[in-house]
Structure formats: structure tokens, C-alpha cells
């Protein structure tokens, strides 16, 4: 009998214009929410965890629905006319709060509802209908990616439950850069050293279970900085590793860049990582090694 458990999932939404602009990565969601059905069913809930809904202390937006927040400005205008209204999960959160306060894990409960850009431009996506319960989950930005793992250990029961921990950031993500030839360029630049070597640095890292390296990957994964002025589009990736667990490497499941050095990669973690990857081999485009 198959173990049903859903491997936790982090995805590069990179900027809003993903919304509009699917690119690579976009295609690749349209075929996660699919393989995610095939392979484990559909989910009952979406504990999501993004870069863009972060907090003092970790809070649940325990709210009976949801919609579309246009947490951006200077973007296509377009943009604020996309909804992506999904139903809440307030019972969902009583059980988070209570695995997360049984890790002795500060957490707050608020009867609010939204779905911050990280959330909505990737769901709609992955469950386009919007019929899967969704709960953000909002982090500390201040904190260690050693306790971004922590908080998503805490979380790594719900896989059993039915629930998916959806983190979503940008695997690597330096506006300055990516924005350099304007936020329309004509053309599309080829990938820069830096982003490449970054990208290769995680990929690596992961396969050979190097926790440690990952949480210190400031210090030691070429770029970093460079790739990652400020590390919140990289935090929800530990959240969801820590989901995972420290067992099971992490997989790509894949890969691409947008205009030089905004990367879009998305893993996979836990113990059934590799069989949702093996789910896209007939389709090469969707995976990278």
C-alpha cells in the first residue's frame, strides 16, 4: 500500500507579472496541481507560507474566505483585475496552533482573511478553480533559515492529514538586477554567472543532504548576497524543507530563470519528493536534474 503522504512544495513566483506572463514556470504549476492529485489525491487544505505575508510572530490568517491582495505597485494595471477567491480553513488552524505550541512555538490566531501575491499568482496556477481551503501561515523574516526549518519541522505531521505545505518565494531574487533593463525589456537576457552558480550551489547542496551548508548558505553559497539582498524569498524554502524533514533530500522538480537572474525553481521535500518526480519524467520540461 502506498504511503499517501503529501511532500511539502516550495515554488518561485518570482515577481506579480507571473500572473500575466506564466512563462516556464507558470506551465510547470499548471501541472503540479494535476500530479499532486495523481499521485496522493486531491488536498484538503493548502497551508500556504510566502515571502510576502511575514509577521513578529508566526500568524494564521484563520479567516472563512479569502481573496486576491495587490500587495504591488508600478506593475501592469491588469494585474488588479485577476480574483482568486478561495474558501479559509479556521478549523485547520486549531490544528496548526496546537503543533506549533506543542514545538513550545509562539503563534498567533487572527480571524483575517487574504492572499497576499506569493499565494494567489501560484495557486491559480496549480487549482485554478480555487476550490482547495486555503490558510496562509505568516513567518518571522528575522529568523534563522535553521528556524525556518524548525517551524515547518513542527508542521511535518500535517503530510499524513491531507495537508499541503505550499511554501512560496523566489529561489533567487535581486530586483535591482532582474528590473536593471526596465520591467518590460525587449528582449530576454541569457541567465548571468551569478544566478547559475547560485541556483547549482542549492540544487547540489540539497541532493547531498548538506542541512548545515543550507542553513548557513549566506556565508557559503557563491552569490549569495548578490542573489539575495534580503533572504524572505528564500526563507519559505526552509519552511517547507523542514515539513520534509531532514531524511529525505530535497528534489528539483524545476528549473528555470526569467530576464537573467530572477530563478524559478521548485522543490519538493520529504520522503515521497522523488515519486512526485518521477510523475514528471514523461514530460522532461517540467523536471531538471
Request: hydrophobic content about 50%.
Amino acid at each position: 500500500m502506498k504511503n499517501n503522504a503529501l511532500p511539502p512544495i516550495f515554488v518561485s513566483h518570482g515577481s506579480p507579472m507571473i500572473a500575466l506572463e506564466p512563462g516556464a514556470a507558470g506551465a510547470f504549476m499548471r501541472t503540479l496541481g494535476p500530479a499532486i492529485d495523481a499521485e496522493f489525491g486531491r488536498p484538503k487544505a493548502i497551508l500556504a507560507i510566502s515571502a510576502h505575508t511575514a509577521a513578529r510572530a508566526p500568524v494564521l490568517l484563520a479567516a472563512a474566505r479569502h481573496e486576491a491582495v495587490y500587495d504591488f505597485g508600478n506593475f501592469d494595471p491588469r494585474l488588479n483585475q485577476l480574483r482568486y477567491d478561495a474558501a479559509g480553513a479556521p478549523e485547520l488552524a486549531k490544528r496548526v496552533a496546537g503543533l506549533l505550541e506543542a514545538a513550545q512555538l509562539a503563534v498567533h490566531t487572527l480571524p483575517e482573511g487574504g492572499l497576499d501575491h506569493g499565494i494567489w499568482t501560484a495557486l491559480r496556477y496549480v487549482y485554478p478553480s480555487a476550490d482547495v481551503p486555503i490558510l496562509p501561515l505568516g513567518f518571522v523574516p528575522s529568523q534563522s533559515p535553521a528556524q525556518q526549518f524548525a517551524l515547518g519541522a513542527a508542521l511535518a505531521p500535517l503530510a499524513l492529514e491531507g495537508v499541503l505545505v505550499f511554501g512560496t518565494g523566489s529561489i533567487t531574487h535581486n530586483l535591482r538586477r532582474v528590473f536593471a533593463g526596465g520591467l518590460r525589456p525587449t528582449t530576454a537576457p541569457p541567465e548571468i554567472p551569478e544566478s547559475a552558480a547560485f541556483r547549482e550551489w542549492m540544487r547540489a547542496r540539497s541532493a547531498a543532504l548538506e542541512w548545515e551548508a543550507l542553513f548557513d548558505y549566506r556565508r557559503r553559497a557563491p552569490h549569495a548576497v548578490d542573489m539575495h539582498p534580503t533572504d524572505e524569498h528564500l526563507l519559505p524554502w526552509y519552511v517547507a524543507a523542514g515539513a520534509g524533514g531532514r531524511a529525505d533530500a530535497p528534489v528539483r522538480l524545476h528549473a528555470s530563470v526569467e530576464l537573467g537572474s530572477l530563478g524559478m525553481d521548485a522543490y519538493a521535500f520529504g520522503p515521497n519528493a522523488q515519486r512526485l518526480a518521477r510523475h514528471f519524467e514523461a514530460a522532461p520540461a517540467g523536471v531538471a536534474a
